[in-house]
């Protein structure tokens, strides 16, 4: 808005900050009316600027102001009115809190608060100390205005500063700077003292207020009925009623008189010390002295004799305070209601309840925890679920968040599975935070009355929000109501549900064998043999047992998959966890293995199988061993026979030697009959025709000959139709010694056994 003046007015601009409307009826507005520049059609004042100003210059103009320019003969003013509501200005106090809440205490934020506060006055210094973050803030806020003889700290700011101190429970520093006081100028007073004695007694330290308050006397200090009482509740509140009894004779003889307070302090800690009579005693003196009793009083009175169960007389003491027209509070009902409900009088309870309401009386979040908790012992849910409602529509939380609990497991045991929902969402309406217990008792009885679409939606929230892994939690999720659920999951193809929901859970420390084998169990059947194994893998780290049926089905879900090494794996730890396989599972696992051409791996089944004295499948024995000495794993073959043998499970040496006879493996066959004859094993003598006609057949005359006569030193064959063949060859390719030897050891045994072995005859076995 531009004002233009004629030159002869020699009337000269003056600034109006405040000046920001037109109504204003000020003499500046009128000379809008005569202004040049004013367009007639919009009521718009033009406005001049000088055209070598910068329109970004941060110098230009940001609040309302008015400014003058002259435009060759004339004066243009300038005002431009601000937009919206204009801030509050921060004050010096909080800028300085701000500051030393973030930032280290140093020299330079000493300097910085220096140049910030022009000086400091007592308002100042209290208002810093006050909005200080932190005590320890204020404790060197404290020191550093003093040091820089920047203020001389008055009564005043040494009040707050012991007042912060005792409260952090930094009683010492508040101990030196109080009994520094009167170096510094200025006087002690009692309300300080009593601030210290207060500190050590909510810290727990009587002995410490006890010496403070007899200092106060050395000090010369004038101690009045304050100072008591505030030793009274701190001595009482330790259970010292023989200590707070003395300083009250003390009391009396320094000719203080008790006050209504303190005999309120005096019956409230001598029922706190379970000392009935005394604080019977002492409400009688109080009356006697011509004290009357307040409200504190009774509701003092009733709430000791409640915790005697002294009922009549906490009734007697009600009517009586109404008969004094002595209004009761909140606190007088909710304390009888506390009574009727320890003794279980929920009714009277609830009629109380009812008259208190009735009087205008509104109950608060302890009326409510007190009486839930006896409506539920008395299984009165339709009225606890009136109440719930109630607490949720006036929004009062408890503070014992416990009776939720109470409420969930005492709904669910009425039947009431809905109402127990409506505890679970009341605690979500009212801000409570809900754990993973809360939602176990729901899980668990939905669980039981098969309703599992709605388990599985609250186990939805309890994985998805991760209140299982809440650190504040203290109510957990217990095993009976995880283990259905999981159980359901993996029965019904959601193991991998089960799986996010049972890590969760192990992150806790939970190490549940039950829920682990339904794991196992869940994955192998749906096809997922790693995963179980994964599983499996878990429960050994942490020391977890495991079933044998869960083996069993994950080496079957193996076996199906066509991985017989990893199910011949899952076999060994299996055993290893000291369950033994039955005879179908090891035959399975061998044929498996077998048919897929691991013979070495069936085999070392097979050793499994012998040693854990399984004695079935023989058949798929002799085929494993027939494998191996084909494939020349001789000695693997050899082992495995010797462990048959020890174990009482001979196998048929006959059809073993036939049929490497008949493929020409004969190298095997000479090992086999040679390992049967060193241990006197029984063998046909056609199996020995049979291996020497394939020895003689393939060329192998010498090891023709050596079995030969091994055999023969057995006392086995004494005629053998190739006998001459064998001596011919033994001939022609020069080993005539083995030739002679092998010619007279048959003449001779011949001789020894003409007609004496007929037929079919069978050597020693010597075992």
């Known amino acids: ?233 701190v001595i009482l509140r330790r259970g010292r009623y023989m200590m707070a009894k003395r300083y009250f004779n003390a009391m009396l003889s320094e000719g203080i008189e008790p006050t209504k307070h303190t005999y309120n302090i005096m019956i409230w800690g001598f029922f706190l010390s379970l000392r009935l009579e005394t604080a019977k005693r002492f409400y009688e003196d109080m009356k006697n002295r011509g004290i009357s009793p307040d409200v504190v009083t009774y509701n003092t009175m009733i709430h000791g004799y409640n915790r005697f169960k002294l009922l009549d007389e906490a009734e007697n ?145 309890l994985v998805e929000k991760e209140i299982i892994l809440r650190p504040q939690s203290t109510a957990v999720i217990e095993a009976s109501a995880y283990n259905p659920m999981i159980q359901y999951l993996c029965n019904h193809g959601q193991t991998g549900k089960a799986e996010n929901f049972f890590r969760q859970l192990m992150k806790t420390g939970v190490k549940d064998s039950v829920a682990f084998n339904n794991l196992i169990h869940g994955h192998s059947k749906e096809g997922n043999p790693d995963s179980a194994f994964e599983i499996l893998k878990i429960m050994s780290r942490r020391g977890v047992a495991s079933d044998a049926d869960s083996f069993r089905l994950l080496i079957k879900s193996y076996l199906s998959k066509g991985e017989p090494a990893d199910a011949k794996t899952a076999l060994d730890n299996m055993i290893e ?55 020349g794993h001789v000695e693997e073959a050899l082992g495995r026979i010797d462990l048959l043998m020890h174990s009482g499970c001979e196998p048929d040496f006959d059809s073993l030697l036939s049929i490497l006879c008949e493929k020409g493996k004969t190298i095997a066959a000479i090992k086999l009959l040679d390992f049967c004859l060193e241990r006197d094993y029984s063998v046909d003598f056609s199996s020995y025709d049979k291996v020497l006609d394939s020895l003689l057949a393939a060329g192998k005359t010498l090891n023709a000959y050596s079995i030969l006569c091994k055999i023969m030193e057995k006392g086995g064959v004494s005629s053998w139709s190739s006998c001459e063949d064998l001596v011919k060859n033994l001939n022609e390719e020069g080993n005539t010694k083995q030739a002679d030897i092998l010619s007279r050891m048959i003449k001779g045994g011949g001789k020894e056994g003409s007609g004496s072995k007929k037929g079919k005859k069978q050597a020693s076995v010597s075992a």
């Not at 008969?323 to 279980?344: D, E, F, H, L, Q």
């Open 317 to 461: 003491l009600f009517t009586e305070m109404k008969g004094r027209n002595i209004a009761p509070t909140v606190i007088s009902y909710t304390t009888m209601i506390k009574g009727y409900v320890s003794v279980g009088r929920v009714d009277d309870g609830l009629r109380l309840f009812e008259e208190m309401k009735s009087f205008g009386i509104k109950p608060n979040a302890v009326t409510y925890t007190t009486l839930l908790p006896g409506l539920c012992d008395a299984e009165k849910m339709s009225e606890a679920q009136t109440m719930l409602r109630e607490m949720v529509e006036k929004f009062i939380a408890p503070k014992d968040n416990s009776i939720f609990m109470r409420l969930l497991s005492s709904q669910c045991k009425a039947g009431d599975l809905d109402a127990a929902a409506d505890v679970l969402k009341a605690m979500i309406r009212l801000s409570i935070p809900t754990e993973s217990g809360h939602y176990g008792i729901l899980i668990e009885n939905f669980c039981k009355a098969q309703v599992y679409d709605r388990a599985v939606k609250l186990l939805e929230k």
């Open 577 to 631: 966890s000291g369950h033994l396989p039955e005879s179908s599972l090891f035959r399975s696992v061998m044929e498996s293995l077998f048919e897929d051409g691991r013979v070495q791996t069936a085999s070392r089944v097979m050793k499994s199988m012998v040693e854990k004295g399984v004695k079935e499948n023989m058949d798929l024995v002799a085929k494993v061993l027939e494998a191996l000495l084909m494939r």
């Open 1 to 233: 808005m531009a004002f233009v003046l004629s030159k002869r007015c020699q009337w000269r601009p003056r600034l109006f900050p405040n000046l920001i409307r037109i109504s204003d009826p000020s003499p500046i507005c009128l000379l809008r009316l005569f202004s040049s520049n004013q367009d007639s059609a919009t009521g718009v004042v033009d406005k001049v600027s000088d055209p070598n100003a910068d329109p970004t210059s941060s110098e230009a103009p940001t609040g309302p102001e008015i400014s003058s320019s002259p435009i060759g003969s004339e004066t243009v003013v300038n005002q431009r009115t601000p937009r919206g509501k204009r801030r509050n200005p921060e004050k010096l106090e909080d800028i300085i809190c701000r500051m030393m809440a973030n930032r280290e205490w140093t020299t330079r934020l000493q300097n910085s608060i220096r140049s910030l506060v022009p000086q400091f006055d007592p308002t100042l210094v209290w208002n810093v100390l006050h909005g200080a973050r932190n005590s320890e803030h204020a404790l060197q806020f404290f020191r550093w205005v003093e040091r820089a003889g920047l203020f001389d700290h008055d009564r005043e700011t040494h009040s707050k500063i012991i007042e912060i101190l005792t409260r952090a429970s930094k009683l010492n520093h508040a101990r030196c700077i109080l009994l520094d006081m009167p170096n510094k100028g200025v006087e002690w007073d009692e309300d300080l003292f009593v601030l210290l004695i207060d500190g050590y007694g909510k810290a727990g330290i009587v002995q410490e207020s006890v010496k403070i308050f007899n200092k106060m006397k050395e000090l010369g200090i004038e101690r009045s009925i304050k100072s008591y009482d505030a030793l009274f509740k």
